[in-house]
């Protein structure tokens, strides 16, 4: 895992397979990572904070689960709650403000959930989640389940976002 700007550098994680990478939306240097044990086929996972300043970077902060992290997504409406998906099919919500976590579990895919993404539309707080189980699903942070289960793809999900400019349209790719 690196990370590069400017002057470079670079941060090494022995034992992690980073599987996606997020800039905050609100801290320049700020960076999530979400990692993996063993390529993520079995061990834990990792969520990873880093803080790149004059200094090079550090670890701000670190959050294990008992599963591999496999996207992560930040929060549009709190500087410091982020989102994770992972291979037993849930999504972790974590505060970086806090030193321990989850703040609260999503579990609701049977298979590995592979992607998550928070709306960057400001007036609507959505989240879209795709898994290998072959389906989307809508979640509002501030609601303990799923609002919509969308289905259509016949092959796991490895990718769904949000569009930037159409609010509430998100797209989906498949194997």
Sequence with gaps: ??????GGGALRLPGLHGYAVEFSPYWPGRVACAAAQYYGIAGCGTLVVLEQNEAGITLLRSFDWNDGLFDVTWSENNEHVLITSSGDGSLQIWDTAKTKGPLQVYKEHTQEAYSVDW??????????????????????????????????????????IWSPHLPGCFASASG
Excluded: N
């Excluded at 895992?1 to 400017?6: K, L, Q, R, T, Y």
């Design 119 to 160: 709306s960057q539309t400001r007036g609507e707080q959505l989240v879209v989640s795709g898994s290998w189980d072959q389906t989307a699903k809508l979640w509002d942070p501030a609601v303990g389940k799923s609002l919509c289960t969308f289905k259509g793809h016949e092959g796991v999900i490895y990718s769904t």
């Design 1 to 6: 895992m690196g990370m590069a700007s400017g």
